[in-house]
């Protein structure tokens, strides 16, 4: 291996033969994603726990600071999206001198195997080890399957990942999977593992790296599994743990829940502000169901009180509701709703299952308390 090659790949591939890359080239196919909205706020808190980094050119000259960075890996390949006819669909979107200038330590593309693409996705890969093998730089091809999630089994990936290999590719990215040994012995370059099947909770997320690891992966490149957690440098940390320092799932799920910040104390309610004193019903009903929503009014459970007031209180059959209005010069105008017990079991109920506007709930027990009100004056 030429000393420029080698040295691009030891800034990959730390010293313990592992590496954890974290990608957040999501939008080059998907758009906005969630939680990558704004890839500098989601990427520098997590830069200093990546051996490296997978990124467009795009978001890498817009968000990532060059004094500040770790090794990049370039996403080369693209011109498909999710609402068109084919994700599969794809082509070289960046040149390998494009890389040399943004000093990349590799390039990656997607190969498409099974497709009507898949001619095209494997003579674009062999064009770009060709590439990067004329200027020491390493390609990491990642066996996509585009929107057939069904093709994550063994003997797929391990299909994929050989001829990735065979091609040329120095590293190859693919998806954790059952029978995972069977992809890794096939393979005869270092492998990355992508996410696993959808799961619900960190310690599944932990399992199948921990398993990955154990059965031959030098690492992993998990995104939206680290940066869509609510935690994501307490989840970085923890997967970390399990590449370089060996440590099983349990042991990552308690390094998880040590560097979980601690709760946040009650925060004081949201100040609106007043009303004056002299205006007619529907300007006062307008201003409260303002305020409603101002306040974050929204339903949460049959048990939770309803978010823009104040408390409620009551038992039994009843229970009541209570929305505080400050108004200009005088004592805040306090509007009591009286629900009862069946109601306020509908009202956590059917309107959260049934996606029931907030404008629904304020006409049916706010408005006729107004009405009320206005009788009373």
Not at 16 to 41: M, N, S, V
Not at 70 to 80: F, M, N
Not at 103 to 130: C, H, M, Q
């Amino acid at each position: 291996m030429e000393w420029g090659m080698a040295n691009r790949m030891a800034q990959l591939i730390q010293s313990d033969g592992h590496a954890l890359f974290l990608p957040i080239d999501h939008g080059y196919f998907q758009g906005p994603t969630r939680k990558l909205e704004e890839p500098r706020k989601t990427l520098e808190p997590l830069l200093p726990y990546a051996d490296a980094i997978f990124i467009t050119r795009g978001v890498l000259r817009s968000s990532v600071d060059p004094d500040k960075t770790r090794p990049v890996i370039l996403r080369v390949s693209g011109g498909a999206s999710v609402v068109g006819k084919d994700l599969a669909n794809e082509g070289i979107t960046t040149s390998m001198e494009e890389a040399i200038r943004l000093n990349a330590s590799a390039v990656g593309i997607s190969i498409f195997v099974g497709t009507d693409y898949e001619k095209d996705s494997l003579l674009n890969l062999s064009k770009l080890v060709d590439e990067g093998e004329k200027y020491g730089i390493p390609v990491m091809a990642v066996t996509a399957v585009g929107k057939e999630l069904e093709k994550r089994d063994a003997r797929y990936l391990a299909l994929c990942s050989r001829i990735a290999a065979e091609l040329g590719a120095r590293v190859v990215k693919t998806y954790w999977c059952k029978d995972f040994d069977k992809v890794i012995r096939g393979c005869p370059v270092p492998v990355v593992m992508a996410g696993g099947p959808r799961v619900d909770t960190e310690l599944e997320v932990f399992e199948f790296v921990s398993d990955g690891m154990q059965k031959g992966a030098i690492g992993v490149n998990l995104g939206r599994n680290v940066w869509q957690n609510e935690f994501p440098v307490a989840m970085i940390k923890a997967i970390r743990a399990i590449i370089h320092q060996n440590a099983s799932a349990k042991e990552a799920q308690e390094i998880y829940d040590s560097n979980k910040p601690p709760p946040s104390p009650p925060s004081e309610p949201k100040k609106i502000g007043p009303i004056p004193r002299k205006m007619t019903i529907k300007e006062l009903y307008d201003n409260c169901k303002a305020q409603w929503k101002a306040l974050g009014g929204q339903l949460q459970g049959s048990n939770s009180k309803i978010g823009g007031f104040n408390g409620h209180y009551g038992d039994g059959e009843n229970k009541k509701y209570i929305l505080r209005v400050p108004r200009t010069g005088v004592n805040p105008l306090y509007l009591t709703i009286n629900v009862k017990k069946a109601d306020d079991s509908w009202i956590g109920k059917k309107l959260v299952n049934d996606k029931q506007t907030l404008d629904k709930v304020f006409d049916d027990y706010i408005k006729p308390r107004i009405a009320e009100l206005s009788r009373e004056k």
